[in-house]
């Protein structure tokens, strides 16, 4: 049989498939950015671009987890908000809503 021994390599082939397919990913961003002209409007959308990430990641998870998720992420908004502290922000969020099912 002629090839590669996907039994025996196959993970590593995988893994290193991956790897070069994020590396390329992540160089091909910058090589794009040196050849797009960055006007204030694509700076804008550059700087609340992780926000809308966040927001698009948070808001399933809040309409499928009901009001107890929601009043949780308010909490972890709120904490954030006064504390600045993210890893504070996470563990409040998580013992809200845990307490919440724990009571509905």
Not at 21 to 45: K, S, Y
């Amino acid at each position: 049989m002629s090839g590669i021994d996907l039994d025996r390599y196959g993970v590593w082939v995988a893994i290193a498939a991956m790897a070069a397919v994020t590396f390329l990913i992540r160089a091909g961003g910058f090589w794009l950015m040196e050849h797009v002209p960055l006007t204030p409007r694509l700076r804008r959308m550059l700087e609340v671009l992780p926000g809308a990430v966040v927001v698009a990641t948070v808001l399933p998870i809040v309409v499928r987890g009901g009001l107890a998720s929601g009043i949780a992420i308010a909490g972890a908004v709120l904490v954030m908000a006064l504390r600045r502290n993210d890893l504070l922000a996470v563990f409040c969020g998580l013992a809200i809503v845990a307490a919440l099912r724990a009571v509905l």
